[in-house]
């Protein structure tokens, strides 16, 4: 099953945050639930969870980069599924 990795809103003044890093890097496993990466919005900076088990087979958006709320961030997925 292919999981889209959003850009959380975690504020409700946030408009778009920085992601300061990633836990894991392409090709690694990832449980649901364990720290996947830490956004700086407007307030705070916040690890967010995955939200799903899988391989981390793409980040779309490097450590530095600023994206708005909604932007594809990464995809999780299992070895086979085509993305």
Request: glycine share 8%.
């Amino acid at each position: 099953m292919i999981t889209r990795i959003l850009m959380p809103p975690l504020s409700e003044t946030m408009i778009d945050g920085l992601i300061v890093r990633w836990y894991k890097q392409e090709g690694d496993a990832v449980d649901e639930g364990e720290p996947l990466y830490d956004v700086d919005t407007d307030k705070a900076t916040v690890e967010v969870s995955a939200p799903a088990a899988g391989i981390l087979r793409r980040i779309l958006v490097p450590a530095g980069d600023t994206v708005p709320i909604g932007a594809l961030l990464a995809v999780i997925a299992g070895p086979d599924d085509e993305i």
